[in-house]
């Protein structure tokens, strides 16, 4: 009966060890393959990033929302007007250098909003110069490859019963929250190119409040999210070149699943910061 509970116990162990291995070896596949296309992601323009979609956020913005930026620019443009007669006694003491100083105000603000994603895209392509020149300066891998796989598969096969359940099960958790936080990173690098793409869309309402001495604060606030949206890959730039630093500094030889642990918090602390960029990006240019 004994001999029976042994080979019982041997093949659960030798279960164990090949879905163990099995966890481990796909452990940080998906967050390594999200990790390593985020450069790449947050190094594109609107414009390359989905040509289609941009294609048509420009349509919708210039046939729907500049017709709706021209009625706001002709309200303010005559409300300046109105407001120039009446501080000046009905034209009687006005002098002419105000009237063409209204009309060069009203020329551009009509300038501006006529040219909007020329002055979007001008912000971005500032913002992609420098998330360029950083990537080629930040070195280091994201790829965790530093387990020694038969080194690990001696260390489990002389393991007894229950320490290969118990790091199956943490694997197995790991590798569920792995998954979870290379979703999260996806939605972030792809949230930040949707409100891109959001915000490119109403373009021309903010920036026809320019030219307006009173309204201007829309217009200025509203560059200011772009450029806060723009840098803020940079800043996702940054978080992914310390977590490469990070991971290339653990080592697995005198704790298997401490070493694990660590590497999933790094991943943990990166999709953390990574939330963070949007609003500390917004706090860096004073965008609300």
Request: charged share 10%; proline share 2%; with cysteine.
């Amino acid at each position: 009966m004994g001999a029976l509970f042994d080979k019982i116990a041997e093949w659960l162990e030798g279960i164990l060890v090949d879905a163990s291995m099995d966890n481990l070896k796909s452990l940080f596949d998906s967050v390594n393959e999200q990790v390593s296309n985020v450069a790449g992601q947050v190094g594109t323009s609107p414009a390359g990033f989905s040509p289609s979609i941009f294609g048509m956020i420009r349509n919708i913005s210039e046939t729907v929302i500049m017709p709706i930026a021209g009625i706001i620019l002709t309200f303010i443009a005559c409300y300046e007007l109105i407001q120039l007669v009446t501080e000046h006694n009905n034209l009687a003491n006005l002098d002419l250098w105000i009237i063409f100083k209204w009309i060069f105000k009203t020329f551009a603000a009509v300038l501006i909003i006529t040219n909007t994603f020329n002055i979007v895209m001008a912000v971005f392509d500032v913002a992609q110069h420098v998330i360029g020149q950083s990537g080629s300066l930040i070195s280091g891998s994201t790829q965790i490859t530093a387990m020694d796989m038969d080194v690990v598969k001696e260390t489990l096969e002389d393991m007894e019963l229950g320490g290969l359940l118990a790091v199956f099960l943490e694997t197995f958790i790991l590798k569920l929250m792995l998954k979870i936080m290379s979703a999260i990173i996806f939605v972030i690098i792809y949230g930040r190119m949707i409100e891109i793409y959001l915000m490119t869309s109403l373009a021309p309402i903010p920036m026809a409040t320019l030219a307006n001495r009173e309204q201007s604060q829309v217009g200025q606030n509203y560059l200011r999210s772009l450029f806060a949206l723009g840098f803020q890959g940079f800043l996702i730039l940054i978080c992914v070149g310390i977590y490469a630093v990070l991971i290339q500094n653990f080592a697995l030889s005198d704790n298997l699943m401490a070493g694990v642990w660590s590497v999933a918090g790094y991943t943990i602390l990166l999709c953390f910061t990574l939330f963070k960029t949007g609003s500390l990006a917004k706090s860096v240019f004073n965008a609300h």
